[in-house]
């Protein structure tokens, strides 16, 4: 799998998990948890090929702050 297709694996089991805790039902949650190693890695993978590490760590702080919001 390419990063993209793992993206969107973390995203599709992130969504379980939300959906698992409106309608209260544990193994959504359980699945859902997988979603988070899921984006640390490849966000680990995108650090470690990234030479300009400022600039990934600006956008992570800006996409931490802006997913705040909602």
């Keep these: 799998?390419?990063?993209n297709q793992i993206k969107w694996l973390a995203?599709?089991?992130m969504l379980a998990d939300h959906?698992?805790?409106v309608l209260n039902l544990e193994i959504?949650?359980?699945?859902?948890r997988l979603s988070f190693?899921?984006?640390v890695w490849v966000f680990a993978q995108n650090w470690r090929r990234d030479h300009d590490k400022n600039k990934l760590s600006k956008q992570l702080l800006l996409f931490g702050?802006?997913?705040e919001i909602p």
């Design 19 to 21: 959906i698992g805790l």
């Design 28 to 32: 959504l949650r359980i699945i859902g």
């Design 11 to 13: 995203a599709g089991l």
């Design 1 to 3: 799998m390419n990063q």
């Design 65 to 67: 702050i802006l997913s």
């Design 37 to 39: 190693p899921l984006f």
